[in-house]
Nanobody
Framework: QMQLVESGGGLVQAGGSLRLSCAAS????????MGWYRQAPGTQRELVAS???????DYSDSVKGRFTISRDNTKNTVYLQMNSLKPDDTGTYYC???????????WGRGTQVTVSS
């Protein structure tokens, strides 16, 4: 059973930056599509960014140009660099790992990001 552990969240002022990390306990990290999701209170969890095993990247429209997802397969870690943060970016950020649509994904426990205005 793979575990995902997020870190790097915190409190930051609008316009600031944070870098989230997600470390995976697996020796086959490279085969997983990794994603970052976020959930604000009273809202549904939404996809922020994803990076496939081949390096294909997708972003939600709300973070394009401000967030950058990357992965280091040698460290079994995926990152989310968040710049120009806005109060609307506030929420709990979750790391997600999936192999394909047939198997259930793995989830981390989340890390809180709070952006003050």
């Amino acid at each position: 059973q793979m575990q995902l552990v997020e870190s790097g969240g915190g409190l930051v002022q609008a316009g600031g930056s944070l870098r989230l990390s997600c470390a995976a306990s697996t020796s086959i990290f490279s085969i997983y599509t990794m994603g970052w999701y976020r959930q604000a209170p009273g809202t549904q969890r939404e996809l922020v960014a994803s990076i496939s095993s081949r390096g294909d990247i997708d972003y939600s429209d709300s973070v394009k140009g401000r967030f950058t997802i990357s992965r280091d397969n040698t460290k079994n870690t995926v990152y989310l660099q968040m710049n120009s943060l806005k109060p609307d970016d506030t929420g709990t950020y979750y790391c997600n790992a999936r192999v394909n649509d047939l198997m259930p994904p793995y989830w981390g426990r989340g890390t809180q990001v709070t952006v003050s205005s």
